[in-house]
């Protein structure tokens, strides 16, 4: 690699698991709108899923008598889009010990997932309005809409109707997908007005449940306090519309290593969550904390800006220019013809390295 100077400008962030989700500077889920509809088949489809930024379910429930024994035994992540049509999610989930038929007593004693609807973002104190506010759960083993539970409090229903929903369950080596469409209209969501929602996964290793994760609340009264639900929002500006990322012109940011309240809004955000050649992932990562990242990407006539958000609980700072491809670093490859040539065309292909703990222009490698 050669060291070259390019109007490429880069600012790497290390951030704690609350960074990771789809949050605009109000903390507001911002959930983009699709032209592509999913397949549902709980197979991550590289289009479009992969233009989705992922949002982590790593808030654990305050009532949980223990921690989970590791990542293993539970870790969730969701993306979500949506179409005239329908509401989309992706859940990922990792659990070693899958429970899917010896629950006792409720359905929230099995493996699953819960969502929580609040369509005109009311957030009724310690209640459910009886009106556009629900609880609604997958459960691992079931496969058809009438197998699910919606309501909200203990008994309560306001006649939510599931044979709307396409939803697929699949257990993996590591744990089980679910993926979904839910009718916008059958749960009352406006495009780009705020409504409440939470996402909670349930680990039941026995015959009750042990464990919660979820991407908002810390606390175990989501199913009758509605006033508890993080919020979120169907946003019509961002349309995934094409077999490509479209990433956006957008006003310059400051390059500081800090993401300012409004900067990246005209940006767009993808995740990096995949290992390469499909590798174990039980032999190289530790959890969810030990590599993750997200990068915001947009462009004005001058620069290809990106904000890099890495999660790494142990930073090597290592400086050896002879294997600095070793180390904490990020790396960008661009093809600017879209040729795709192999090998690289030597006209408008580029590699470009930053490591962690290296600053200046002339301290980035690229060829």
Sequence with gaps: MKKLLLPVLLFALV??????????D???????????????????????????GETLCIIRDGADAADPDDWFDLFGSVRLMWDDAN???????????????NGTGGDYNYD??????????????????????????????????????????????WGFLTAGIDYVIEQTDIGWNLECAIPLGDLQLVPDATFGFDVQVNDADASTRENMYRWWSNDNNEWQHANLFGTAILDSKRIIKADYLEVPKGAAPTVDGVKTAGEWADGVTISAARLQNDHDIGQHIEGWWDCRA???????DTNFYMLL???????DYTTDEDTDWE????????????????????????QIRFNLGQEGEGSIDTG
């Design 112 to 157: 699953g997932v819960e969502l929580y609807f609040d369509a005109d973002d009311s957030k009724t104190e310690g209640a459910y309005d009886g009106v556009d506010d629900l609880q609604m759960r997958f459960n691992v083993g079931e496969s058809a809409p009438d197998q699910m539970e919606t309501g909200y409090g203990t008994s309560g229903s």
């Design 327 to 350: 180390e904490d670093s990020i790396e960008l490859f661009f093809d600017g013809d879209n040729s795709k040539t192999n090998p690289y065309d030597g006209v408008d292909d580029i």
């Design 309 to 315: 958000a890495v999660m790494d609980e142990y930073y």
């Design 26 to 52: 109000d903390n507001i889920l911002v959930i983009p709108k699709t032209a592509i509809a999913p397949t549902i088949d709980a197979v991550m489809d590289s289009i479009p899923w992969h233009y989705v």
């Design 15 to 24: 951030m704690t698991g609350s960074t990771f989700a789809q949050v605009n």
């Design 87 to 101: 509401l989309y999610m992706f859940l990922y989930v990792q659990d070693e010990l899958i429970n899917d038929n």
């Design 294 to 300: 997200q990068a915001s990407l947009k462009w004005d």
